[in-house]
């Protein structure tokens, strides 16, 4: 008996939709085997962490090694007028990667280079699929670190295109403050640069920030430059319960207002630490916790945290708990790192509907307490991390994937904290992207005007409506 054609079996596949033959062949032409039109390969490059599971994977995978790869690429696409999504590691939530529209999937995560460190200026050039882990494993040996830390081990590019923060923005702001310049690949297949390494400019429009948070829809970054910081002389962490959330959350409010310098802070719900305790064979205690963590000289971090301590007391914190060796930090925000997983495990054969958002400082308890209550009506289950010190902070609502009432439900929830959050002058989205999963919201936040100003930008610069199509907001 024969072996099958996998080629033959790509031709039959539906999924091909928009992409003629001779793409695909000139593609192989092109790239050899750093094409794949395997099922397999194409079914990895056609989801993400998000909830949706219907999507139809790309028609083809292009593995770029080198800035002309995505040139090159992005120029055959552009001829049939055939979409191309970008794809880093897949750590995405909210359905960014998805081929929605057909079309290629472009990897560049093989593009992980290293390209420069300039440790006297505090900079580093990387390639996009360089992940955070390994930048500051290229750095840590000048002193010196990259604190934007989103969690997952995301690559650099996919940081960028989501304009992500993580536990560090508190301190440290978001990608959107810590992307210098970048080279770009139009949807033409033209390369473009923009920004230096200059700390400001005042030259033209800032077409660094535009593609920052685009997520794919403008162009493909193929080099981020990127501000470095120096290590901390001192590093201290804590975790303090607390009788309740609101207790959590109003000591933290506290702690922002009078402007010490906390360079994280993280809420975890008694749920949450119940799974990350089963998870991660931890024994912190299961009530509402804040996670901190102190940077600066050795003085400077014992004040930050005697102050902080004095705060949690007025609001019933307890059980201040220290973690000052590399070694125990890194447990603790392991831990915290690995919540999504540790809830996901908790419910065997579930899928998490997550969503953030994030409101002004003062706002957040009403916005919080609120949203708890209504997932605890509920009755699903859910997890509940926030990076509370910037107003941002997340929930993951478990559902049975095959349950339509239970995917109601949650995206009911949702519905309800983004209109809320949205009331209290905070947004649909801190730090996850709009991707597919909040595109309505968008509207609601920004208004029709903004939109339609979105649009011309994206009209003018993808006429074709190549670029992650079907992402942000439609062109329709």
């Not at 983004?418 to 609601?444: I, Q, Y």
């Amino acid at each position: 008996m024969n072996a099958p054609d996998p080629q033959a079996a790509w031709l039959a596949d539906s999924t091909r939709r928009n992409v003629p033959d001779e793409l695909i062949q000139a593609l192989k032409t092109r790239f050899g085997t750093q094409c794949s039109t395997a099922l397999a390969v194409r079914e990895q490059h056609g989801r993400d962490e998000s909830a949706f599971t219907h999507v139809p994977p790309p028609a083809a995978v292009v593995f770029a090694e080198s800035t002309t790869d995505v040139a090159d690429a992005m120029k055959l696409a552009a001829q049939h007028k055939v979409p191309v999504i970008p794809f880093g590691v897949g750590s995405s939530l909210e359905g960014h990667l998805l081929a929605v529209q057909g079309g290629i999937s472009l990897d560049v995560s093989r593009m992980n280079q290293v390209l420069s460190v300039n440790a006297e200026d505090l900079t580093v050039t990387v390639q996009p699929g360089v992940t955070r882990k390994a930048v500051n494993e290229a750095v840590k040996s000048d002193g010196l670190f990259f604190p934007i830390d989103p969690g997952a081990d995301a690559s650099i590019g996919g940081m960028a295109a989501t304009r992500a923060s993580g536990t560090n923005a508190v301190r440290y702001g978001t990608m959107r403050e810590n992307v210098l310049a970048l080279e770009v690949v139009t949807a033409q297949g033209n390369v473009v640069r923009t920004g230096t390494r200059a700390k400001k400019s005042s030259a033209g429009y800032d077409l660094t920030r535009l593609m920052v948070g685009s997520e794919g829809t403008l162009g493909i970054m193929t080099e981020v430059t990127l501000k470095l910081y120096p290590l901390p002389e001192a590093i201290s962490a804590a975790t303090c319960s607390f009788p309740s959330i609101e207790a959590a959350v109003r000591t933290t409010i506290q702690v922002i207002q009078m402007g010490i310098p906390i360079a994280r802070c993280e809420l975890i719900d008694a749920g949450t630490v119940r799974m990350v305790n089963a998870h991660s064979k931890l024994g912190l205690r299961e009530e509402p916790m804040l996670l901190m963590e102190f940077h600066g000289s050795p003085a400077g971090v014992k004040e930050q945290a005697e102050l902080v301590q004095d705060i949690a007391g007025e609001f019933g914190g307890q059980s201040f708990e220290w973690a000052t060796t590399p070694e125990d930090r890194t447990r603790l925000w392991t831990a915290r790192h690995n919540a999504y997983f540790a809830a996901i495990q908790s419910k065997p054969g579930c899928r998490a509907i997550s969503t953030d958002t994030c409101v002004p400082i003062s706002k957040l308890a009403d916005c919080l307490l609120d949203s708890v209550a209504e997932a605890d009506a509920s009755g699903l289950p859910y997890f509940l991390v926030g990076h509370v010190g910037d107003g941002n902070f997340h929930f993951g609502y478990l559902i049975d994937p095959d349950s339509a009432a239970e995917r109601e439900t949650a995206e009911a929830l949702n519905h309800k904290l983004v209109a809320r959050a949205l009331a209290l002058e905070g947004t649909c989205t801190g730090e996850h992207g709009v991707g597919l999963h909040k595109m309505g919201f968008l509207l609601d936040e920004t208004g029709a005007g903004a939109v339609a100003m979105m649009r011309a930008v994206k009209q003018a610069l993808d006429p074709d409506n190549i670029l992650n199509p079907g992402k942000i907001f439609s062109m329709g």
